[in-house]
């Protein structure tokens, strides 16, 4: 098992430029979820899919889309990069948020991105 | 709203010594868990230990415990017989069961450097 993959590793883009995260995991796992990590500073969450069909926003969703693509695929979408999302974005899974239990999130390698 | 602070931003330890990193959290949720996740100079996060709300008895894995105080709202990582390859950013989260997925809190992190 491959876990949480991420592509791609590392992307330089010119403002105003478009570009999507792709992030896939082989866990069978209904949740997924976005984040950003600045320099020094702990995960934001950017959107995140409790199961397949649904998207909601997190902390910091504003500059981002998402599609859940299937059960695996979650994207994220950057429709007009800035420099403020320059980062590093790490996509998570989990087994799915049942009633009564905490579950464990799995995380991706993350992507480096950096806006010019 | 949830809040995760971590109060010391580097922390140093000698090889095989113990260390604590504080970790406390803000909720009003009564249902909740707590997470410490490791970021190593490569940058994958790494899901360490977990701790429930409801859970009588500290959290272990392996050099790994938790020293839950749920009164005073802290959960302390505790790493016994400290080695060289503990170096790394400590992140502690929290996660409340009534939110929808789960989402997940983050601190921002503690750098932890092991001395030979």
């Known amino acids: 098992n491959a876990g949480v993959t991420q592509t791609p590793k590392f992307q330089v883009l010119k403002t105003g430029q478009s570009m999507t995260l792709q992030c896939a995991q082989d866990m069978n796992h209904n949740s997924m979820y976005w984040y950003r990590q600045d320099p020094g500073m702990g995960l934001r969450l950017i959107y995140y899919s409790a199961s397949e069909g649904t998207t909601d926003k997190g902390e910091v969703p504003n500059g981002y889309n998402v599609s859940r693509l299937n059960k695996r695929e979650f994207s994220l979408r950057l429709e007009s990069a800035a420099p403020s999302q320059t980062s590093v974005y790490f996509c998570?899974?989990?087994?799915?948020?049942?009633?009564?239990?905490?579950?464990?999130?799995?995380f991706g390698p993350g992507t480096r991105l950096l806006v010019l | 709203a949830q809040k995760i602070t971590q109060t010391q931003p580097g922390m140093f330890v000698q090889e095989k010594e113990a260390v604590t990193l504080d970790c406390t959290y803000d909720t009003s949720d009564q249902s909740y868990g707590l997470f410490w996740y490791k970021q190593p100079s490569s940058g994958e996060m790494i899901f360490l230990i977990y701790?429930?709300?409801?859970?009588?008895q500290n959290a272990t894995e392996g050099r790994y415990s938790l020293n839950f105080q749920k009164a005073r709202k802290s959960a302390n990582l505790v790493i016994s017989a400290s080695q060289l390859g503990d170096s790394a950013m400590y992140f502690c989260a929290m996660r409340e069961r009534n939110t929808n997925a789960g989402k997940s809190t983050f601190g921002d992190g503690t750098t932890l450097t092991v001395k030979p």
């Open positions: 998570a899974s989990s087994e799915g948020f049942l009633a009564g239990e905490v579950e464990t999130q799995y």
């Open positions: 701790q429930g709300s409801y859970d009588e």
